[in-house]
């Protein structure tokens, strides 16, 4: 088997993080997806390693004592500005941030941070955009200005999370849940920045006839003007929009009920999550074998697949950690975790930096129309 890093018993949090989970970070925050998922048998320690049971560690120890989410490391990777406001705006950039907590029970969606009765709840429903993008409609995003916040909503939805007790696990989970975070970063792009690309274009195109030409020597005029009144220029350009997202992913253990010795409730909560997974594996089979890439991915099979859609075959940067237990009686589990996640190392995702100017993504009329009337204009003046 091969993997890209390896860790036994005695590894701590912060190496982990450190070596997997650092670079992961610069890469959202410079608009790219990231989701990182843990997976292995109950009680192999997932929730503790994705930092989902802050609870249970974090009062012993702060310094030391850390997870991949739950670890404000300020200085290790590229860190946003703390302020006290939740849009941070100023002319040369602005960014918000949000955070969502959702669990998978029972093949049933949970939103773990909306204070309302279950039955007043709207449902959270999964579809489908226009450029095959998965959306999550009925989720709460809530709003955070700082790592304080994030960890307090987190520790909110986790309070919230079913869990249960088995044979193997005194507090095991008893569904799938994910915490995302949220990441809209705007820069201001002056119209300046665009002039000075304009000169290569100019070149190629002034040989081609002497209309062209003409229209050409308009536009350096037209750009001497712009330099010669600064103040109107400065308030010329553009928004750029850059939309990322992080999934932080703590799959239920797979387990046998013949070992957990679950009855009722639990003994159907462990078929759900045992089907959760199998479906999972089925997908990153169907995704890992180059020669069946053409045939059907099967995501719609179970709703954590559905959900993990983009991190597990679309834009997205993914980050398996196979938590496995050192006991023997534990060998045929940890064996088959392995292969899990060597099957699933085998995956190649198409990366792309969730950019755009803010038209393209601005649903307001009046917004639209108004920039439609300035390239009218533009172009009329050219003419």
Same mark, same amino acid.
């Given at each position: 088997?091969?993997?890209?890093?390896?860790?036994?018993?005695?590894?701590?949090?912060?190496?982990?993080? %450190?070596?997997?989970?650092?670079?992961?970070?610069?890469?959202?925050?410079?608009?790219?997806?990231?989701?990182?998922?843990?997976?292995?048998?109950?009680?192999?320690?997932? %929730?503790?390693?994705?930092?989902?049971?802050?609870?249970?560690?974090?009062?012993?120890?702060?310094?030391?004592?850390?997870?991949?989410?739950?670890?404000?490391?300020?200085?290790?990777?590229?860190?946003?500005?703390?302020?006290?406001?939740?849009?941070?705006?100023?002319?040369?950039?602005?960014?918000?941030?949000?955070?969502?907590?959702?669990?998978?029970?029972?093949?049933?969606?949970?939103?773990?941070?909306?204070?309302?009765?279950?039955?007043?709840?709207?449902?959270?429903?999964?579809?489908?955009?226009?450029?095959?993008?998965?959306?999550?409609?009925?989720?709460?995003?809530?709003?955070?200005?700082?790592?304080?916040?994030?960890?307090?909503?987190?520790?909110?939805?986790?309070?919230?999370?079913?869990?249960?007790?088995?044979?193997?696990?005194?507090?095991?989970?008893?569904?799938?849940?994910?915490?995302?975070?949220?990441?809209?970063?705007?820069?201001?792009?002056?119209?300046?920045?665009?002039?000075?690309?304009?000169?290569?274009? %100019?070149?190629?195109?002034?040989?081609?006839?002497?209309?062209?030409?003409?229209?050409?020597?308009?536009?350096?005029?037209?750009?001497?003007?712009?330099?010669?009144?600064?103040?109107?220029?400065?308030?010329?350009?553009?928004?750029?929009?850059?939309?990322?997202?992080?999934?932080?992913?703590?799959?239920?253990?797979?387990?046998?009920?013949?070992?957990?010795?679950?009855?009722?409730?639990?003994?159907?909560?462990?078929?759900?999550?045992?089907?959760?997974?199998?479906?999972?594996?089925?997908?990153?089979?169907?995704?890992?074998?180059?020669?069946?890439?053409?045939?059907?991915?099967?995501?719609?099979?179970?709703?954590?697949?559905?959900?993990?859609?983009?991190?597990?075959?679309?834009?997205? &940067?993914?980050?398996?950690?196979?938590?496995?237990?050192?006991?023997?009686?534990?060998?045929?589990? &940890?064996?088959?975790?392995?292969?899990?996640?060597?099957?699933?190392?085998?995956?190649?995702?198409?990366?792309?930096?969730?950019?755009?100017?803010?038209?393209?993504?601005?649903?307001?009329?009046?917004?639209?129309?108004?920039?439609?009337?300035?390239?009218?204009?533009?172009?009329?003046?050219?003419?």
């Amino acid at each position: 088997f091969q993997f890209d890093y390896v860790f036994d018993s005695t590894s701590t949090q912060e190496q982990v993080f %450190t070596k997997v989970a650092s670079n992961l970070v610069d890469r959202f925050t410079n608009g790219y997806n990231v989701t990182i998922l843990a997976y292995g048998q109950t009680s192999s320690g997932k %929730t503790y390693t994705m930092g989902t049971a802050i609870d249970d560690h974090i009062s012993k120890n702060t310094e030391q004592e850390v997870s991949i989410v739950s670890t404000p490391r300020r200085g290790s990777s590229t860190s946003l500005p703390l302020q006290s406001n939740t849009t941070v705006h100023s002319k040369s950039s602005r960014f918000t941030v949000h955070v969502s907590f959702i669990e998978i029970y029972n093949e049933e969606l949970v939103d773990l941070l909306n204070p309302a009765p279950p039955n007043e709840r709207a449902p959270v429903i999964i579809r489908e955009d226009t450029k095959g993008q998965i959306i999550w409609s009925g989720i709460r995003e809530v709003p955070v200005v700082n790592t304080e916040d994030v960890l307090r909503y987190l520790q909110m939805g986790t309070e919230n999370r079913a869990t249960g007790s088995t044979d193997m696990n005194a507090k095991s989970s008893r569904s799938h849940a994910i915490f995302s975070v949220t990441l809209k970063q705007e820069k201001w792009v002056s119209s300046s920045s665009n002039d000075r690309q304009s000169p290569n274009s %100019t070149r190629s195109i002034s040989g081609s006839n002497n209309r062209q030409s003409t229209l050409n020597v308009k536009a350096m005029i037209g750009q001497m003007e712009k330099q010669s009144s600064p103040s109107e220029e400065d308030e010329q350009g553009e928004w750029m929009v850059t939309n990322s997202k992080f999934h932080f992913v703590d799959l239920a253990g797979s387990e046998r009920l013949k070992r957990t010795a679950a009855e009722g409730d639990r003994r159907k909560e462990g078929i759900n999550i045992n089907a959760g997974l199998l479906a999972l594996g089925n997908v990153i089979y169907a995704l890992s074998d180059s020669s069946k890439r053409s045939t059907h991915v099967p995501y719609r099979d179970s709703k954590l697949t559905r959900l993990l859609q983009d991190s597990l075959g679309g834009n997205s &940067t993914t980050l398996m950690i196979a938590c496995v237990s050192p006991a023997d009686v534990n060998l045929v589990e &940890t064996v088959n975790t392995i292969k899990y996640a060597c099957r699933a190392r085998n995956i190649r995702n198409k990366t792309e930096k969730n950019q755009a100017e803010e038209w393209m993504i601005n649903d307001n009329v009046e917004h639209l129309r108004h920039i439609i009337a300035k390239l009218k204009a533009e172009i009329k003046t050219l003419k």
